[in-house]
Each structure stands twice: as structure tokens, then as C-alpha cells.
């Protein structure tokens, strides 16, 4: 059989703002001004962790916090993110009727916590969309570009649909990070443009075929499985 693994934020849902709403609101609890969202957009894609300790520094360069301070805001960001991780988060217009094209199990990955992440799709429908898995930190112990949570989705698959082996599967998402999860674990790559990803960054990732709208998703999928 063949499976479809995809990343989830920027992939799937449009979940930017309130990603960078609520960093700004953990800046805001330790008496910090907000920063710009197109900064806090430079700081996804390495978990929650790194999201947190780069938005509390405000840039890219630098130390990160002190542990102590910086476990802290992980616990105020898993607060208020929990609060409002659905306020503006929606499906990618268009995904729902891709994803209903694509014909084998679908599964996520991505390196939002396990539980949130189960948690936001249970909220858009992609439980049932992507139901033979959702892998997130905390389910595995490396993030992506590891490749665990592929590695785990693939046996999840498997284990869900009898025992029959997955001959062809493909990774499907947004950043240089998902391409190189996707190579590390023996997978073609799908790029997509409507995430944080630039052509430039998605081809140099070894993407395969790049789609720029949900609607090529499938002829995307089939040429780099091909």
C-alpha cells in the first residue's frame, strides 16, 4: 500500500497567528514588549522549546535563557497555547478535498507536542482525515529532522492496517526541515508553497515536486513516488 505523511503546521493548518499571538503573550508575562510576526515566524519549525527561548531572547542570535527561566516559559506557553491554539487556526483552504483525493492511510508528523497536536486536529476534522497516525514530540524522543516520528508513523501504519507492509510512502511539507526528515528516513519529498517554505528552500531540501496549491497535491505525490 501506499501512505502519505505530512508535517502539520504550515502544511496543513494555517496556524502562524496564533503561534506568534501567543509567544507575544509569554514575552508578555515576563514584562517583555510584543515582536513582530514575521520574526516569530523565523522561530518555527525545531518545537516549542526552541520557539519559546528564541522569542525570549526577540532574535535568532544569542544565548538562550537560563533553564530555569526558560522551563518556565515552556509551561506558560503550553498554557496559553492550549487556551488559544484555535482562536485563528484553520484548515488550509483546499486541504480537506486533497486529502480526500489521496487514496491510502494518512498520517502526521510533526514537532508540535504529541497531545496538542492531537488535540488541534481533533478540533479541524483531521483525525478522521489523517487517522492511521499523529506523531508529535513526546511520542518519540527526537523531533524532525530526526526521523522517529516517521519511523514511528510508518509502524503505526502498518500495525493498523493488519500487518501489510507500506511499499511507497512520501513526506509532505512546508520547510528545509521536513526535507530533511524526509531524506533521512529514505522518503521522497512533496514541498508545498503556501506554508513558510520558499521555492529556493523546498528545492534545496531535495523536494521532488512542489505544489503551490492543495489542488496539485496528488499529481505532486504521484510524481515524486513515481
Not at 520557539?51 to 537560563?66: E, K, Q
Request: glycine residues 12%; charged residues 25%.
Amino acid at each position: 500500500m501506499n501512505a502519505y505523511l505530512f508535517d502539520l503546521d504550515g502544511t496543513l493548518v494555517d496556524s502562524i497567528g496564533d503561534i506568534a499571538a501567543c509567544a507575544n503573550l509569554v514575552r508578555g508575562s515576563f514584562g517583555m514588549a510584543p515582536i513582530p510576526e514575521a520574526l516569530i515566524l523565523t522561530f518555527i519549525g525545531k518545537g516549542s522549546r526552541h520557539l519559546v527561548a528564541r522569542a525570549l531572547v526577540g532574535s535568532n542570535d544569542g544565548a538562550d535563557p537560563d533553564a530555569a527561566t526558560l522551563d518556565e516559559g515552556v509551561r506558560r506557553w503550553v498554557e496559553l497555547y492550549e487556551t488559544h491554539m484555535m482562536d485563528r487556526t484553520r484548515l488550509f483552504p483546499g486541504i480537506a478535498q486533497a486529502l480526500a483525493r489521496l487514496h491510502g492511510p494518512k498520517a502526521i508528523v510533526t514537532n508540535k507536542p504529541g497531545e496538542s497536536a492531537r488535540r488541534l486536529c481533533q478540533r479541524v476534522g483531521l483525525d478522521r482525515m489523517c487517522a492511521a497516525a499523529i506523531v508529535g514530540l513526546g511520542d518519540v524522543a527526537e523531533r524532525k529532522p530526526a526521523r522517529d516520528g516517521i519511523d514511528r508513523a510508518l509502524a503505526l501504519i502498518e500495525a493498523r492496517g493488519g500487518g501489510t507492509a507500506v511499499e511507497c510512502a512520501v513526506f509532505i511539507g512546508d520547510s528545509e526541515i521536513d526535507g530533511e526528515a524526509a531524506r533521512t528516513a529514505g522518503l521522497p519529498f512533496v514541498g508545498v508553497l503556501w506554508g513558510l517554505g520558499t521555492r529556493a528552500e523546498l528545492e534545496r531540501a531535495g523536494a521532488r515536486a512542489i505544489a503551490e496549491h492543495p489542488d496539485e497535491l496528488v499529481a505532486c505525490c504521484e510524481r515524486a513516488m513515481g
